[in-house]
């Protein structure tokens, strides 16, 4: 199966910086990641993707950064707010239909921002 | 726009207990899955159903079972509850296009065994 780094580390942050959140995997199949967002007593939710014929996507205070030599991805959160406390989730993703399609994620990174 | 919707939110069970818990959406989605989260844990995948009628199984099916109604419902059902079992529910839906696939979650359901 899929091994995304199963760990679960803590990030704390100062309100204001930056927060990189990092994901490893393994199956060279992934052509496609997703970051989730998950705040307490929530589900996941939607924060961006990028396929894997790009390197960098931005959206809003977030970039993702993918290097598929080393099959890993980062997601940076700039000027980081307490409203970013959550748990984040990469999940890769093979767009190839005989990988079947499953939506699997890794430990996640619980991001603790201290005002 | 309900989304997706598990039912119940909370429950209760002794162990050996039955159960199923419910999952609809209502965005024509093709694909549904289950998953639980353990206290400060990831999603780990039970089951997941690529469209109506086809169902397989995740990374840990042991103990459960799954029934995909129609395009709406995906339900698990636990057969013997253990207090293993004990978690959080998530199900999940998605729809793969040509600019990738973003999955919706349900609220979850916070299941007990005892």
């Known amino acids: 199966g899929e091994s995304v780094g199963l760990h679960l580390p803590t990030l704390s942050v100062q309100e204001g910086d930056n927060s990189i959140i990092n994901c490893a995997y393994s199956n060279s199949a992934s052509d496609y990641f997703i970051w989730y967002k998950q705040e307490s007593g929530k589900g996941p939710q939607f924060i961006i993707d990028i396929r894997s014929n790009m390197d960098k996507r931005q959206g809003q205070r977030v970039t993702v950064l993918l290097n598929k030599t080393v099959k890993h991805l980062s997601l940076q959160i700039a000027a980081t707010q307490p409203g970013d406390s959550a748990v984040y989730f990469c999940?890769?993703?093979?767009?190839?239909?005989?990988?079947?399609?499953?939506?699997?994620f890794g430990g996640g990174t619980r991001v603790l921002v201290k005002p | 726009n309900a989304g997706v919707t598990q039912t119940p939110k909370f429950q209760v069970l002794k162990t050996g207990q039955s159960m199923t818990l419910q999952c609809a959406q209502d965005?024509?989605?093709?694909?549904m899955y289950w998953y639980r989260q353990d206290p400060g844990m990831g999603l780990r995948l039970i089951y997941y159903?690529?469209?109506?009628?086809?169902?397989d199984k995740g990374e840990v099916p042991n103990g459960y079972n799954v029934s995909r109604l129609n395009k709406r419902e995906f339900s698990l059902r636990l057969e013997s509850a253990a207090p293993s079992q004990t978690s959080v529910y998530f199900c999940?839906?998605?729809?793969?296009?040509?600019?990738?696939?973003?999955?919706?979650f349900g609220q979850g359901t916070r299941l007990t065994v005892v």
């Open positions: 159903s690529a469209s109506e009628g086809t169902t």
């Open positions: 965005m024509n989605h093709n694909s």
């Open positions: 999940a890769p993703y093979s767009m190839i239909k005989a990988a079947g399609n499953k939506l699997t």
């Open positions: 999940a839906s998605s729809e793969e296009g040509a600019g990738g696939t973003e999955a919706f």
